[in-house]
């Protein structure tokens, strides 16, 4: 013996292929910044397939695409929940990523969020969404980021996720079904919360980033009719009591931001412009209204539509 320790070597644990799905709607300019910011990932191209679809057929995308891994497929039927269908059904990898195509994602994006799913027991994991701010920070910027695509609180609090940034195992889809299709808005939620309550572990992934642009306020006011309209399917689907469900459509009706969300994203986008608080409140009730009139207009469809199941995949 000669008194040295044998040499262990570490076992290589390879990152495992990863479907990235992104649906799109007229949206090429875009799109191509974040197929761009894909195609410089840390983790080997070789691991990945990006998956583009396209909502509407007529539209072919105007460039090539920017990496070999990549490739479009269309779906007809409107909206992004059914595209994201589409997506999961040509999909290959046992991981699937899923982003918005007006989102840029960090180069350790996959990683990171890969990483997150390797964990002992994890499921699914929403990663960070954080605004491309202006200087000096709008009201109207504010409120954007005080919303719903806070994944660490919305997790946290409510056990779900948006598909801004989202990482799911593809067994979750085979054993719960895909995303309901039928729907224009909110079926990320409504999916990730059946998930969480179905026993899936749902975690925050701080450093899985994706930036997203902030919108103008007259996109803000259409996308709040898109979101009431969503509300009452997705509290339809809420895996809760009839009581609770009703308790969170009526908090849903309350046309204000919770002061503490707007506190929060200040703190977090170092925004201390006095009068700020004030003005992002005041346009968040404006919102609000905007938002329960989209609920009061699809409440009686929500009501008495029969339930849709969602199809699976293999």
Known sequence: MTGQKPEIQAAVNPLPMVSVVIPTYHDWSRLKLCLDALAAQTIPAERTEVIVVNNDPFDPCPYPLPAPNMRI???????????RNAGIGASRADILAFTDSDCIPDRQWLEQGVLCLQKEGVMLAGGQVRFMMDRPVSASA???????MDNEDTIARHGCAVTANLFVHRQVFQNLGLFDGSVKSGGDIAFTQRASAGG???VYCHKAL???PTRSFSQKLRKAFR????????ERKRPASSGKKTVMLLLHLVPITHPRRIRRAMKLYSVRQSGLFAKAMFLSVVLGVVKTAGILASLPYALFAPEKTTGKIP
């Open 210 to 212: 994706v930036m997203h």
């Open 142 to 148: 504010l409120l954007e980021a005080a919303g719903h």
């Open 200 to 202: 899936y572990l749902l």
């Open 227 to 234: 979101v009431g309209k969503g509300l009452p399917f997705v």
């Open 73 to 83: 497929v269309t779906e007809s039927r409107p909206g992004s929940y059914a595209a």
